[in-house]
């Protein structure tokens, strides 16, 4: 068998790291594009109205928006009770 002179990575090793070079810039893009993602969502508000003022913990917030409130929540609204985790005042 002759030897080429040329190393193992330059005799056919190139595609492997090709394939680990588009892996890690496939792997950068959607990091990126979660991070941009993430920084463009805003927590819903909490009106700024007499009746939103006073509420501070969740249990106030349910006495009107739990499933028997005035208000109850949407269908699409998660099923969590830590309303501040999402909702920000204004």
Do not use: W
């Amino acid at each position: 068998m002759r030897d080429s002179g040329r190393s193992p990575v330059e005799a056919g090793g190139g595609g492997r790291n090709a394939v680990l070079a588009i892996a890690l810039v496939v792997a950068l893009g959607f990091s990126a594009c979660l991070v941009a993602y993430t920084l463009r969502q805003r927590k819903p508000p909490i009106p700024a109205d007499p009746g939103h003022l006073k509420s501070v913990e969740a249990p106030q917030c349910l006495s009107c928006h739990g499933p028997l409130g005035t208000q109850p929540r949407g269908r699409n609204h998660p099923l969590n009770d830590r309303c501040f985790n999402c909702h920000e005042r204004t």
